[in-house]
């Protein structure tokens, strides 16, 4: 009788941990967990995460804020991509692509090259 308490223990806990890393696959999958809180808090701060855009499981485009000037980066697990940079309010408005992510995907595709 005891084995059998032993058994149904252990195969309970491999099973809540099954859970756990599911879910943590699943909340990274969806762009869960990124961190978009500085730990600088105050009107002071020169550095700001403006958006953040999974395109997919692994990689997210990221534009940030730093003296006014904005910056597009590619974050995937192995490297970091500048892709735009000095962006300002003036090239925003008189963008023509409003959709960056598809541009960034269809041009990186295109060209037979890939982003890891």
Not at 49 to 76: A, F, M, N, Q
Not at 96 to 113: M, V
Request: glycine share 8%.
């Amino acid at each position: 009788m005891e084995t059998q308490n032993i058994l149904t223990a252990v195969v309970s806990l491999i099973f809540v941990i099954g859970l756990i890393g599911l879910l943590a696959v699943l909340a990274r999958r969806f762009g869960l967990g990124f961190p978009v809180r500085a730990t600088q808090i105050g009107k002071n701060r020169r550095l700001k995460i403006v958006e953040v855009t999974p395109l997919d499981g692994k990689r997210r485009l990221v534009l940030i804020r730093r003296d006014g000037v904005e910056h597009l980066i590619l974050i995937s697990p192995t490297s970091e991509l500048v892709v735009e940079t000095g962006i300002t309010s003036d090239t925003l408005l008189k963008s023509e692509t409003p959709d960056i992510k598809n541009d960034l995907i269809n041009s990186r595709f295109s060209k037979g090259s890939e982003l890891l």
